[in-house]
Nanobody, 123 residues
Framework: VQLQASGGGLVQAGGSLRLSCAAS????????MGWFRQAPGKEREFVAA????????YYGDSVKGRFTISRDNAKNTVTLRMNSLKPEDTAVYYC?????????????????WGQGTQVTVSS
């Protein structure tokens, strides 16, 4: 499956952004979808994941309560709604697809990755 992330940009602290990831090539609903991010000089970290049908979600501690992941299997897209953004949310955000059946934050479980979209939060 091919993944294309979009929606990044520059926003002030406290603002909101919505990232989208469009999938193509294979049956989208066969994949758990996740978002990860990597800030300059830091390791890539887990942000959120959503089950194949969208009924289950899982969030990293640093974004819980501020970010919401959702998916539309009819449109082959997964969305990350980011509210109350902080400067420490600045990073390149990646979407990823996992053929497994259990939501996981482990990067090694994700089989396909998009190219990333930059999110910059100014203070």
């Amino acid at each position: 499956v091919q993944l294309q992330a979009s929606g990044g940009g520059l926003v002030q602290a406290g603002g909101s952004l919505r990232l989208s990831c469009a999938a193509s090539g294979r049956t989208f609903s066969n994949y758990i979808m996740g978002w990860f991010r990597q800030a300059p000089g830091k390791e890539r970290e887990f942000v959120a994941a959503i089950g194949r049908r969208g009924g289950s979600t899982y969030y990293g501690d640093s974004v819980k309560g501020r970010f919401t992941i959702s998916r539309d299997n009819a449109k082959n897209t997964v969305t990350l709604r980011m509210n109350s953004l902080k400067p420490e949310d600045t990073a390149v955000y990646y979407c990823a697809a996992d053929v497994g059946v259990v939501l996981t934050s482990a990067q090694r479980n994700y089989d396909y990755w998009g190219q990333g979209t930059q999110v910059t939060v100014s203070s």
